[in-house]
């Protein structure tokens, strides 16, 4: 079982900056097991992905978000990111991580979700 919270959301304005951070604890897996990602979901329409980092360290981003966000990860802290530069108001969702077993092909552990909402 993986535990996920979710932090750092806000309000910004469009053209703003935000780093959110998805906290992974309750398990024993190694950090190389666990591959993570970024969804989001805003109202009346269907979750998108954001962005992923697999166990080898490769990225990969939905077209909407490429060179404005950035995924990372800490290891030792058991912490995933998401940077988000240059904001837009169709960012504005709820934004979930996400996790499974690198050799499942869907994410089974999801946190809350913490909310981002651009303003014009």
């Known amino acids: 079982q993986v535990q996920l919270v979710e932090s750092g959301g806000g309000s910004v304005q469009a053209g703003g900056s935000l780093r959110l951070s998805c906290a992974a604890f309750g398990h024993s897996y190694t950090y190389s097991s666990v591959c993570m990602g970024w969804f989001r979901q805003a109202p009346g329409k269907e979750r998108e992905g954001v962005a992923s980092?697999?166990?080898?360290?490769?990225?990969s981003y939905a077209d909407s978000v490429k060179g404005r966000f950035t995924i990372s990860q800490d290891n030792a802290k058991n912490t995933l990111y998401l940077q988000m530069n240059s904001l837009k108001p169709e960012d504005t969702a709820m934004y979930h991580c996400a996790a499974r077993l690198c050799w499942w092909h869907e994410y089974r552990y999801w946190g809350q979700g913490t909310q981002v909402t651009v303003s014009a």
């Open positions: 980092i697999d166990r080898d360290g490769s990225t």
